[in-house]
């Protein structure tokens, strides 16, 4: 039998090491892609960072050079001596002033040169190293900026007179006259990208023999290397390639592709490469590295991997004839130990049993008490022995005993139940308990465990705390009438201050007219401005006190809510928002508009002041053009009201909907600064949000939920 044993186990561990070795080496190899996968992601997370920086400082780099062209474009102190030098006045100190002014730009700022033009673009005066030529492209770059009145920043390009790769600013050089402005001249600012630019791109943060940087830009059916390579000298705006090479980074960026990328380069070597497109430029960039740096370590943990898979094979080879060697001796210790846990288990068992604080009953099927812990005894009175010749119903109150039974077959139902009931001591006194039982096994015999926990504090709280709540809902009444009463004061109170502000409102303007028509003669213009002064601010004043009102009056005003057609009530407002100046040209375009829930009045005044402030702010545009539309998100509708009008600082967004906030002054638009705090009152009180977003001379839109 032993012999038997002895030849037939080897077998059987040998297919247990069989099966390890094969989980070994697929772990082995499953680690290995693992390390591969990480340290892709690894670098595919670098080369996302490095692409980031590169874009980001691209980016600043182009505002600061606007910047410093807007700094050019808005001086104000040094136009007039151009003006008079470009009239002819030949005096030293307006040349030597201006050559100073442009000096100074060359200095601080870090261009090639700066060039003054007149209108036809000859040079004027320059502060270079060397002759300065005015080619056909700085020509045209000059005419645009006069022409439209803006600064012009010009992509990269070779010049056509001194074959040098450069960067133009032309920023116009305006003046005043009458009601417009008319170009004078042109100031241009050169870059020479040797400089900073392609230093900057051909940087690279961390030691690597093959990244490199590249700057794209799309040519038709071509992309354009823009920089210098690191790898090809002479490169910059002359080597292109297809835009339908499928695997070349540089043609994916330009087809659109965005993210990191595996692909073939300009020397047909497999690298992996992130590709950016750069904001407010018709630029892209390809930060990339060669796939045989990026692997590098992996070859590393290849042979790690091999190492450890070998000496994890031995290792289980080994482990596995030491259990062969001590599986009876294992088998007995463990049963040991089994037997000797099972003892432990019930000697905790018992001690738990008899020092817990919650009363523990042991009881059979027909209700009698088969074991019983120390707080029982305490609690009931009874001695142990005492309490193992009663039954259960014996601690109950007369009027819970019929329902035990029923409660047991619940417990057995449902393998666990807890109920509240009331027991009572050996000295007839009661009190309520909570009750948590289940069936168990023991030595084959199906016993009630109860857990039995006196509630008589909880019972006094829960009566506390209901207690507690009656008195809390008389308050609550109590505070709610005598906050309506407030409501009403208030509302009394307001239309009281505003009859009481319009009455001397009235009589200030109806004297003025008073004095215009019987002193009309005598008074000079500057005393009829005043008086017309006196009379616009009354007519303002009356004005905000009715918006003061319509304000207070919304968080007053009932709610009730009904669904709403939105695209009915825009229409209808918009009509009667037109006729009050019909000369105008007012466009509006109505997108999707979800139908609303809400109080149709209190929504109808939201559009109405939407509206209103969309076609004031676009008196200036021609057309009018105001788009409302909206869509559904999650539990909410989205509704916006846009418009192409003077638009607002987004610094100041948080001044939009307060009261008496105004982000324009009275003389350049009407109005009293409390339309938008009434939208923002209405939308809140619907437990919808407000919100808006703008540019200057971009338009503005404003948001609102329901």
Same mark, same amino acid.
């Given at each position: ?7 037939? %186990? ?59 062209? #807007?700094? %050019? ?45 007149? *209108? ?88 690597? +023999? /093959? ?34 090479? #499928? ?66 094979? %031995? ?55 088969? +074991? ?28 819970? #005993? ?18 509240? /009931? ?57 505070? /709610? ?12 109170? !307001? ?51 009715? +918006? ?46 979800? /139908? ?35 869509? !559904? ?38 109005? *009293? ?31 609102? *939920?329901?």
């Amino acid at each position: 039998m032993n012999k038997f044993k002895l030849h037939k %186990i080897p077998y059987h561990l040998i297919i247990i090491f069989f099966i390890l070795a094969v989980g070994i080496g697929v772990a082995g190899y499953l680690y290995y892609q693992n390390q591969k996968e990480y340290v892709k992601k690894d670098k595919q997370e670098d080369l996302t960072a490095i692409a980031d920086l590169k874009v980001g400082q691209i980016v600043n780099w182009r505002q600061e050079r606007m910047g410093d062209a #807007k700094n %050019i474009f808005d001086n104000k102190l040094i136009i007039p001596h151009i003006q008079q030098f470009l009239k002819g006045s030949k005096s030293s100190v307006y040349k030597q002033d201006i050559l100073n002014w442009l000096e100074s730009i060359q200095k601080y700022y870090l261009y090639k040169n700066v060039i003054l033009l007149d *209108t036809h673009g000859n040079i004027l005066l320059k502060v270079i190293d060397r002759q300065e030529v005015i080619g056909p492209d700085a020509k045209r770059l000059a005419e645009e900026a006069m022409r439209t009145k803006r600064v012009i920043f010009s992509d990269l390009y070779r010049s056509k007179v001194t074959n040098l790769i450069r960067l133009t600013l032309a920023v116009p050089l305006l003046v005043s006259k009458g009601s417009e402005t008319v170009p004078i001249g042109a100031i241009l600012l050169r870059i020479d990208p040797y400089q900073f630019l392609y230093p900057l791109i051909q940087s690279w943060p961390t030691p690597s +023999d /093959t990244a490199e940087t590249i700057l794209v830009r799309r040519e038709g059916e071509n992309v354009m290397l823009l920089n210098e390579l690191r790898h090809r000298k002479g490169t910059a705006l002359t080597l292109q390639f297809s835009i339908s090479e #499928k695997h070349l980074p540089a043609a994916m960026v330009g087809r659109g592709d965005r993210g990191v990328v595996e692909g073939i380069d300009y020397r047909s070597v497999p690298v992996l490469a992130a590709l950016k497109a750069i904001p407010d430029s018709p630029w892209f960039l390809v930060s990339k590295i060669d796939q045989s740096e990026v692997y590098a370590p992996v070859r590393e943990y290849a042979g790690i991997s091999v190492l450890i898979v070998t000496v994890l094979i %031995i290792a289980s080879g080994a482990v596995l004839g030491f259990i062969w060697r001590h599986q009876r001796a294992d088998f007995y210790r463990k049963q040991y130990e089994t037997e000797l846990e099972r003892q432990m288990l019930l000697q905790r068992y018992e001690y738990l049993t008899m020092h817990a604080n919650d009363i523990i009953l042991l009881i059979d099927r027909e209700g009698r008490i088969v +074991d019983a812990n120390e707080k029982a005894v305490i609690a009931y009175g009874y001695t142990r022995d005492e309490l193992l010749q009663l039954n259960l119903r014996d601690l109950r109150t007369p009027e819970t #005993k019929a329902i035990l039974d029923a409660q047991l077959k619940q417990v057995e139902e449902s393998n666990g139940f807890v109920f509240e /009931t009331v027991h009572q001591r050996k000295d007839g006194t009661t009190f309520p308990v909570e009750n948590s039982a289940r069936v168990i096994e023991v030595e084959g015999r199906t016993l009630y465990l109860n857990i039995i926990r006196d509630i008589t504090e909880r019972k006094k709280a829960e009566e506390e705390i209901r207690k507690l709540n009656e008195e809390l809902e008389e308050r609550v009444i109590e505070r /709610t009438s005598q906050l309506e009463a407030a409501n009403k004061e208030l509302e009394s109170f !307001s239309y009281s201050v505003s009859h009481d502000l319009r009455t001397p409102l009235r009589a200030i303007d109806g004297f003025s007219i008073l004095v215009l028509e019987e002193y009309y003669d005598k008074l000079d213009a500057e005393g009829k401005r005043l008086l017309n002064v006196i009379r616009d601010n009354t007519q303002n004043m009356g004005q905000l006190i009715d +918006d003061l009102l319509a304000f207070s009056r919304v968080g007053r005003q009932q709610i009730i809510k009904s669904p709403i057609d939105m695209g009915k009530l825009v229409k209808g407002v918009f009509e009667e928002l037109k006729t009050i100046d019909p000369a105008r040209m007012l466009q509006l375009n109505i997108k999707e508009l979800p /139908t609303a829930l809400g109080d149709q009045p209190m929504i109808r005044q939201v559009i109405v002041n939407l509206l209103s402030n969309a076609i004031k702010f676009t008196r200036p545009r021609e057309p009018s053009i105001i788009e409302v539309g909206g869509w !559904s998100k999650e539990n909410e509708n989205i509704y916006y009201v846009k418009d192409n009008g003077v638009g607002f600082d987004m610094k100041y967004v948080n001044k939009l909907f307060g009261v008496f906030q105004r982000l324009h002054t009275r003389s350049e638009f009407e109005g *009293t600064g409390v339309g938008l705090a009434i939208v923002q009152r209405i939308i809140h009180r619907h437990g919808g949000r407000v919100w808006a977003e703008g540019e200057v001379d971009k338009g503005a839109t404003f948001y609102f *939920t329901l």
